[in-house]
């Protein structure tokens, strides 16, 4: 009778934890609040707004043109046969679709710390939701870049062309994806406890942008600064990007290999990422 | 035979004082360093039982210590106990929202708890959208939302506001949409803590019917946290006391009111003298109700006089305002030194003063009551020093008479029965 009573449990809270606890049964039962969390992030940002989820791509183009005047005009770095512009678009897209994941999961427990410490649901689908909703605002940024594309092409006579590699672009959106929710993950389950990181965020996205190749090419900065050039090299967004213009410009630093790098990089983040977040989700009500 | 459908096994949880609410980081390290070499956490055996009154030597607190129950299928188990007595911990616990530092729970059926309704509203999402939103938080699949989703509406009585962002809706019309949702839930465990508090009466009586047709009609299983010792009376099937972290009383719901209603008596006193007491701003040194007289009686006046020390210098206007509670924490009056139009507060003082605070003829029913005092600066509303429960007192009947001692309700006032015609 014992034996069997202890079997027939739905589920035990327990205090102790096994290192990798992760209830996938338990998520798939949360699909439609995951849903509805995209949903309510989309449509409630632009509310009450005059331009809607234009501005969405007012700060791309602007970024773009600022950027072009600045390090291509005046700075003189080349771009080869690719458009400066086009190839600071290609950079900036890639680039915020990546910093929105980061910064928009990198703070998941302090910011629903009210909502987490009333009612229970598998915590990840708060970093989760905020990666898919990101992932439709850098649809919507792709779609500019690909109308900028056609006009370079048809009006201005460019000559750009997509490369085959453009089959693997799908990876380069799980890379962006991995990489930025697990260092957001890591990042806001450590915030819970030491505040500090949340000054570092702000401040280190901004210096990682410098060290991932968005408004310069990797082999120009190789030339000009050998000696550091490794910091950029092996960075896993730089590998993103330089893709993504290979893909679509036919320009850049592009490699099976390279990209298999920078996967199995995010993929590791991202595990570490999740058994962090898990360990944190246990108890951080009562240190945040 | 009833099915055990959630068994509590030694759970407790222990809180660090201060700023950090659980570690800070050279705690955390012995703790690694003890996990390491296999031996068992320093930080679990040390520790104080819960209790705010008391100056403890160890930053470490008991909320909640070694608490076993079983709640059987379809019980409605009544969970009472002071502020601070750690029932809120223990939802949270069984909520999943916190883990407990040791024990275990088992549980046989979903829980889904209603620790503060309308959790995870958006003020710019329309009603509609909101329902399906706090809906899916606490639980729910869109397709179990769509299928109740005429009678949610209907049951909270916002059907004119349904496509109108929740920003534009009154508080009491949020609290409706949003108890209309969590009553909606159809989880094998409901906690419910004290939603029932919110609301306008004629929704409260809808809420309490709610509550009755899913424990009765429905026989699920409800866990209900309460002040309001007749509601737990009349909703419950059991109920449990907690005490300083730790159970006091278990039984019948009845049973743990009586419990808890003598245990308070016991506590009652007519005068308490107090070291430390207050904070950087003001100290009470003691207080008393009614030190003329041994007993406080229902007929005679009520008299409060506090002894109390201003420690910063100010040349604003000070109140001392008190605020009576009865035995299930609904306030009685909340009087004070702020109705006289020159405070009897001597501002610039920093020694000992004392003030006299009397309501004529107040006629409260027999039973405990508790004081909460404030010290107030410029008749702002928040307090520089908040005491609640300060003292608990016993007010008594005078008169024999068997038609005083049945009175029910918050006053029993002396009365006269003529025939007039």
């Known amino acids: 009778m014992k034996a069997e009573s202890e079997d027939q449990w739905l589920y035990t809270i327990s205090s102790k934890h096994k290192l990798i606890d992760f209830n996938f049964k338990e998520l798939w039962r949360y699909r439609d609040l995951l849903l509805l969390f995209v949903k309510r992030d989309v449509i409630t940002v632009y509310k009450q707004t005059i331009l809607g989820p234009l501005w969405y ?76 909703s990101n992932l439709i605002k850098f649809g919507i940024q792709l779609i500019v870049f690909i109308g900028f594309y056609f006009f370079y092409v048809l009006v201005k006579d460019s000559e750009i062309m997509p490369t085959r590699s453009l089959l693997l672009f799908p990876v380069l959106i799980l890379i962006m994806a991995l990489f930025g929710l697990g260092l957001g993950m890591i990042i806001s389950s450590m915030t819970t406890k030491y505040r500090d990181l949340t000054f570092l965020v702000t401040f280190g996205v901004q210096l990682l942008m410098y060290a991932s190749a968005v408004m310069y090419p990797v082999s120009f900065f190789k030339e000009k600064l050998p000696s550091i050039a490794w910091i950029v090299e092996y960075n896993p967004m730089t590998t993103v990007i330089e893709a993504f213009r290979h893909m679509t410009l036919g320009v850049g630093d592009y490699s099976i290999p390279k990209l298999i790098y920078a996967l199995s990089v995010s993929l590791g983040l991202f595990v570490i990422g999740l058994i962090i977040f898990n360990k944190t989700e246990k108890s951080f009500i009562d240190t945040v | 035979m009833a099915r055990t459908i959630l068994k509590v096994e030694n759970i407790s949880k222990q809180y660090r004082l201060g700023l950090i609410g659980a570690d800070t980081l050279s705690d955390d390290l012995k703790r690694w360093w003890y ?36 709640v059987q299928e379809g019980d409605v188990l009544g969970i009472i106990g002071k502020n601070g007595a750690g029932k809120s911990t223990l939802l949270k616990i069984l909520s999943r929202v916190t883990s407990p530092t040791t024990g275990e729970i088992k549980t046989n059926g979903r829980i889904a708890s209603l620790l503060e309704v309308g959790t995870g509203f958006h003020p710019e999402l329309t009603g509609m959208e909101n329902i399906f939103l706090n809906g899916a938080i606490l639980g729910m699949t869109k397709k179990e939302i769509k299928s109740k989703i005429d009678e949610i509406v209907s049951f ?39 939603v029932l508090a919110v609301g306008d009466a004629e929704f409260q009586k809808k809420a309490i019917g709610k509550m009755q047709d899913i424990s009765q009609g429905e026989g699920r299983t409800v866990l209900f946290v309460s002040h309001n010792m007749s509601s737990v009376e009349s909703l419950c099937t059991r109920g449990i006391v907690l005490e300083h972290g730790k159970i006091s009383y278990e039984g019948t719901a009845k049973g743990a009111v009586g419990h808890y209603i003598t245990n308070r008596k016991m506590q009652t006193a007519n005068y308490l003298a ?48 008190t605020a009576i509670y009865n035995e299930s924490d609904q306030l009685i009056t909340n009087i004070g030194t702020g109705y006289s139009k020159i405070s009897p507060v001597d501002s610039n003082k920093r020694e000992p003063q004392k003030i006299a605070i009397r309501i004529l003829n107040p006629n409260l029913n027999e039973g405990v009551y508790s004081i909460m005092l404030r010290v107030v600066e410029d008749m702002a509303s928040a307090p520089k020093l908040r005491l609640d429960d300060l003292i608990l007192f016993h007010v008594k009947r005078k008169a024999d008479d068997e038609l005083y001692l049945n009175v029910k309700g918050f006053i029993s006032p002396q009365i006269e029965v003529k025939k007039l015609k």
């Open chain 1, 57 to 132: 791509l007012i700060q791309p183009l602007f970024t773009s043109i600022i950027f072009t005047v600045i390090f291509n005009d005046m700075a003189g770095i080349p771009t080869g046969v690719a458009p400066a512009f086009l190839f600071n678009l290609a950079g900036i897209t890639s680039w915020n679709y990546f910093k929105q994941c980061l910064m928009g999961t990198s703070n998941t427990f302090n910011r629903n710390q009210g909502i987490f410490g009333k009612v229970y649901f598998p915590r990840a689908i708060m970093p989760m939701s905020v990666v898919i």
């Open chain 2, 35 to 70: 996990k390491i070499r296999g031996k068992q956490d320093p930080f679990l055996t040390i520790g104080d039982i819960n209790e705010r009154h008391v100056k403890g030597d160890s930053d470490y607190i008991w909320a909640l210590r070694d608490i076993n129950f079983d």
């Open chain 2, 156 to 194: 909270s009585g916002c059907e004119r506001y349904i496509e109108t962002p929740v920003k534009r809706y009154s508080s009491g019309m949020r609290v409706r949409l949003a108890f209309a949702v969590a009553a909606h839930l159809e989880p094998d465990i409901l906690i419910v803590d004290e």
């Open chain 2, 274 to 321: 107090f070291e430390n007491k207050g904070n950087e701003y003001a100290q009470i040194n003691s207080i008393a109700v009614n030190p003329a007289s041994d007993n406080i009686y229902s007929e005679d006046d009520l008299e409060i006089e506090i002894d109390f020390t201003l420690l910063q210098n100010t040349n604003r206007r000070i109140d001392i305002s």
